[in-house]
């Protein structure tokens, strides 16, 4: 049985300019988790924002797509359900190894690993003077409203959705920096329709996406380096 060959070159952070094909970005994160387990790549973080497309992962319910035909779609490898991905959102797609150990990771423990990702975009979202929160039963990072909003008292600012294949991860998290909250309206966001979608526009904080990625940056040394 092949065992990933675990590499110790520093993990590699790629921040990609302009809007990114996602199927160009699918058939590339394959290749680089196939040499990240052949040990003959180092791990990587990429940065990207995408074009507007719905994807949907295994769980995704063709009911869900609520406008079929307005915006382009792709059926993927990813868990989860249906999510939105367009410009003024942050990607951060994550292949790691994860027969070794990362941090605060242990190896081999995707429970852990999906943790950590949470862990991650919490002090990302810190950095902002913003509070993100889980929820059991639901992933993703919510932002309470205590004063409630037009969907109840809390909305989704962030979307986790991974792939473990032979202990390497591919695909990633979302984060709603100021992207089209109303692209959301076409899809029932994660299988969820009693609550909202935000961003940090949403919220009231504008920042570049330059600050962003150094927010994401710095969060994911304290959970995963």
């Known amino acids: 049985m092949d065992q990933p060959v675990s590499t110790t070159r520093a993990i590699e952070w790629v921040t990609e300019p302009g809007l990114l094909d996602y199927d160009h970005a699918l058939a590339e994160m394959q290749a680089r988790a196939a040499a990240i387990r052949a040990g003959t790549a180092a791990e990587r973080i990429w940065l990207v924002e995408h074009p507007p497309i719905y994807t949907a992962g295994t769980s995704a319910r063709e009911s869900d797509l609520i406008a079929p035909g307005t915006t382009p779609t792709h059926r993927t490898g990813r868990g989860g359900q249906w999510t939105y991905h367009g410009p003024g959102q942050r990607i951060a797609y994550v292949m790691l190894d994860l027969t070794r150990h990362h941090g605060t990771v242990p190896p081999r423990d995707v429970r852990r690993f999906v943790a950590g990702l949470e862990a991650w975009i919490i002090a990302a979202l810190a950095t902002f003077g913003v509070r993100g929160e889980i929820r059991d ?58 609550h909202g979608v935000t961003s940090l526009a949403d919220q009231g904080v504008e920042v570049t996406m330059a600050e962003v990625d150094r927010a994401l940056r710095a969060g994911f040394a304290a959970i995963f380096e």
């Open 137 to 194: 039963g639901r992933v993703g990072i919510w932002v309470a409203h205590p004063d409630g909003g037009p969907k109840g008292r809390e909305a989704k600012i962030a979307a986790i959705g991974v792939r473990v294949s032979r202990w390497v991860s591919y695909h990633g998290i979302a984060l709603n920096v100021a992207p089209d909250l109303a692209a959301y309206g076409g899809i029932v966001p994660c299988g969820i329709s009693e």
